[in-house]
């Protein structure tokens, strides 16, 4: 495996200098955009997302406005700049975004409080300006703070993170799990993507597009959850500090 | 977008209801299929599934091109969905709905991206010349749990299929006919395949198998696809309500469970096939004796 | 009834002895659904069915099971609420078609200030007042003369059971429909009923399981055609199970 276990085992270092538990930085801000009903930008080390919410409103199309059941219906858009990745690549609605935007689109139509709007659209755009691993997550992240930017109540934050299997095989026990993967990790390893409502346990968004063997699921979920929990820290640490401006 | 009619309240609440009663409409077990039939083409590599009233059918061909740049040594597979208005009348050509787009990931990350199929067997010069497969996904009716049924009917048809031989003499190929060579089955690696479980009442309720009105009613699903050597090859959990995850490793067992059910059910239809097709066996093929109709004059 | 069905295809000619001659008063054969009149004097088929004649009437017509439901005047159907504009209920009769239209005020007891309020996906057991092919069908839950409800309006709580159009033709044609089964139910179990020309039945058997068993029932004498003999042992069968 060309990401070098063996200098990992050595040092229990990861190639970025990281323990295996560690996140990488991580920097946020909310309200960064003045014509958005909410935004925010948010950073995990090179992966950098900005995210801008318009709605409550009432839906572009005249025919169907709101979701089904008198429900606000909500809406993802996701964008990537043209330099987001390595190679410069026109990046066509392809089935990989519109994944992502159906996991984002039923993960906060459950979450929000939809029925408070009925026949009114909730338009999130993502705007991914750098990829560096931990994408799903990046975007669900940067959309929940700018969900709570734009005030829209929820029944709880919503915060991901993604967790891998170093293991080689099933019989090593070096199979340390890791936590919050950039890409090199991500295109090397079986990897996990987790979202969780962070105060609890309980699992919102789980995507996992790698083999693995069934027993390694366990360590990688538990150490991703473990993550979420910690996001969640660093999400409330945000809004806090821009609640302070105002007090 | 086109949209599934709605079911109404009554049925909602009346499902919800019986659940609570531990009884599912159809009076299945939670954790039950509905009846599997699976069923061969006379052509090699055309599998038609029937799960309940929900009927799919996959169908690989296979041609000769050159391979991508940036992969030299692999052959080309490619698995293509379709829903047709066929299936249902909540479908519409050219307009894919979610449901289309998350059938065709999903089978996408369960098949192709878990190595399934050995591309590099498909390779027939490197650079030069490769064998490409395309795997076409026909839903022709929908009862829910296409997703379940798709994956079967893929990956039985890949075993199923036998591509042409080839006769390689330096940089020239040539591909041998089915009367000249026998044809060769593909090289699969792994079988995997997807199990759906719905939950309902906050995940407290695990349902395999549902169909569609029971799909209408869930909370959330979960589609995990392992292979019977206990390897989860993907796990997609779209949002929905939340669930504890100590809930999900009881699925990854159950799951297990029930692809090593499934997997057996496929080897024994490919051998009823197989055995159909090489009726009299060897002995049969050698014999002088052909089946010419004797007693029907010509013309 | 005629006694001996004849079953016709689309183009069969129909022979002058199957159908009724006008006799006394009325001088003119009717022709119902599925009969065509070629002049002078031949009567052809257009879809496959059943021919039946009536020879009081003097009328024939094509007993058949057609594949949608159309909607026609009279018709007891089980709707669906849609949507709700600001004078009446969009409903649907059968998925994916235009909408049929059921006014606020045509519920018992209604006025403008005591209007129901029907949440989306909501059933309705109402009848057909006018199906033309120039506008949407309009539906009623009330009868003209009495006002009253008849048994019509909401329907709250049961399970929806599909069936056939045919099958749901001959529920509501009570003993001539040959339909017995409702009949040796109801002698021990209790439960309402609320048959849909749409193709739809309403079942509510107070019980989960009850209820279940009398629509699976049901199914099962349209699927398998069981005769009045087959349907009360089909009978015994649930009464006994549940």
């Known amino acids: 495996m060309p990401l070098d276990t063996s200098t990992y085992s050595l040092a229990l270092l990861r190639l970025d200098g990281r323990r295996w538990n560690e996140l990488r930085n991580i920097h946020a801000q909310i309200s ?22 318009t709605g409550p409103a009432e839906g572009r199309q005249s025919g169907q406005r709101g979701g089904k059941d008198n429900e606000a219906k909500v809406e993802v858009e996701i964008g990537f700049a043209g330099f987001s990745g390595l190679e410069r690549r026109k990046r066509k609605n392809d089935k990989r975004t519109s994944e992502m935007q159906h996991t984002l689109e039923t993960a906060y139509s459950s979450l929000l409080l939809t029925h408070l709007y009925p026949h009114s659209t909730i338009t999130l755009n993502i705007h991914i300006l750098s990829q560096d691993g931990s994408l799903l997550a990046a975007c ?34 070096n199979s340390d799990p ?62 806090k500090e821009y609640g302070q401006r105002f007090s | ?74 052959g080309v597979f490619q698995i293509i969905t379709e829903f047709s208005p066929m299936a249902s009348p909540a479908f519409e050509v050219g307009r894919p709905t979610n449901a289309e ?18 591309t590099e067997s498909l390779c027939i010069i490197a650079g030069l010349k490769c064998f490409a497969l395309r795997a076409d996904v026909h839903v022709i009716d929908h009862d829910g749990g296409l997703i379940d049924a798709s994956c079967i009917a893929v990956m039985a048809a890949l075993q199923h299929f036998r591509r042409p031989d080839v006769l390689v003499e330096g940089e020239k190929a040539t591909v041998l006919s089915i009367r000249e060579r026998d044809p060769i089955p593909l090289s699969i690696l792994h079988q995997p395949l997807c199990v759906t479980f719905s939950y309902f009442e906050e995940g407290e309720l695990f349902l395999v198998d549902s169909n569609l009105a029971e799909e209408q009613v869930r909370d959330g699903e979960v589609i995990i696809t392992m292979n019977r050597h206990g390897e989860v090859c993907q796990i997609a959990k779209y949002g929905g309500a939340p669930v504890e995850p100590y809930a999900l490793f009881n699925l990854t067992s159950l ?45 | 009834m005629a006694v001996d069905t004849m079953i016709v295809l689309p183009g069969d ?121 120039d506008f949407a069908p309009e539906l009623t839950c009330v009868d003209p003369s009495t006002g009253k409800s008849e048994g019509l309006g909401p329907i709250k709580g049961g399970m929806v059971f599909k069936i056939s159009l045919g099958m749901a033709r001959r529920m509501l044609a009570g003993s001539k429909g040959g339909v017995v089964l409702l009949e040796a139910l109801g002698e021990k179990l209790g439960f309402e009923i609320a048959v849909g020309r749409n193709g739809a039945v309403v079942v509510d058997g107070g019980k989960v399981k009850s209820t279940l068993a009398i629509g699976k029932a049901i199914q099962e004498v349209d699927e398998q055609a069981l005769g009045e003999k087959a349907q009360k042992k089909l009978a015994e069968r649930v009464l006994k199970s549940v």
């Open chain 2, 255 to 299: 799951a297990l469970q029930k692809v090593k059910e499934m997997s057996k059910f496929i080897q024994e239809r490919l051998d009823e096939d197989a055995k159909r097709r090489n009726a009299g066996g060897l002995l049969a093929e050698l014999s002088a004796e052909n089946d010419r109709p004797f007693d029907r004059p010509v013309g």
């Open chain 2, 1 to 74: 977008m086109p949209q599934e009619a709605q079911i109404s309240v009554n049925e909602r609440a009346f499902i919800q209801d019986a659940l609570k009663e531990q009884l599912r409409l159809d009076g299945r077990a939670f954790d039950a299929f509905r009846p599997l039939e699976l069923t061969f083409g006379d052509e090699y590599g055309v599998a038609d599934v029937q799960l309940g009233k929900t009927r799919v059918i996959a169908r690989i061909s296979v041609d000769v091109t050159t391979p991508l740049p940036e992969r030299k040594f692999d």
């Open chain 1, 140 to 173: 669900i992240n940067a959309a929940t703070l700018a969900l709570i930017d734009a005030g829209i109540p929820m029944t709880d934050y919503l915060v991901a993170c993604t967790a891998a299997s170093s293991a080689t095989s099933a019989e090593s026990d």
């Open chain 1, 178 to 239: 890791l936590l919050d993967l950039n890409n090199l990790e991500e295109q090397e390893l079986s990897f996990l993507t987790v979202g969780t409502l962070g105060r609890s346990d309980r699992v919102s968004v789980l995507i996992m597009e790698t083999r693995v063997r069934m027993e390694r699921v366990e360590g990688m979920l538990a150490v991703g959850i473990d993550g979420c929990k910690r996001m969640r820290e660093i999400l409330d640490r945000v809004v």
């Open chain 2, 101 to 118: 787009v998350v059938l065709s990931r999903i089978l996408e990350k369960a098949i192709r991206r878990s190595n399934a199929l050995d």
């Open chain 1, 32 to 53: 960064t955009q003045a014509a958005a009903d909410g935004s925010s930008y948010l950073e995990m080390g090179n992966t950098k997302v900005l995210c801008t919410v």
């Open chain 3, 13 to 133: 000619e129909v022979p002058q002895d199957a159908l009724p001659t006008p006799t006394g008063k009325k001088k003119q054969l009717t022709l119902g659904p599925g009969l065509r009149h070629i002049p002078p004097s031949t009567v052809a088929s257009t879809i496959v069915g059943a021919l039946v004649t009536d020879d009081k009437k003097v009328a024939a017509w094509i007993e058949s099971n057609s594949g949608r439901y159309l909607p026609t005047a009279g018709d007891l159907v089980i709707a669906t609420v849609q949507t709700s504009t600001a004078e009446a209920f969009n409903c649907t009769l059968t998925p994916h078609t235009p909408y049929a239209t059921l006014p606020h005020l045509a519920f018992e007891g209604a006025t403008k200030k005591t209007r129901p309020q029907l949440a989306p996906n909501s059933l309705v057991y109402a009848r057909v007042v006018t199906a033309t092919k």
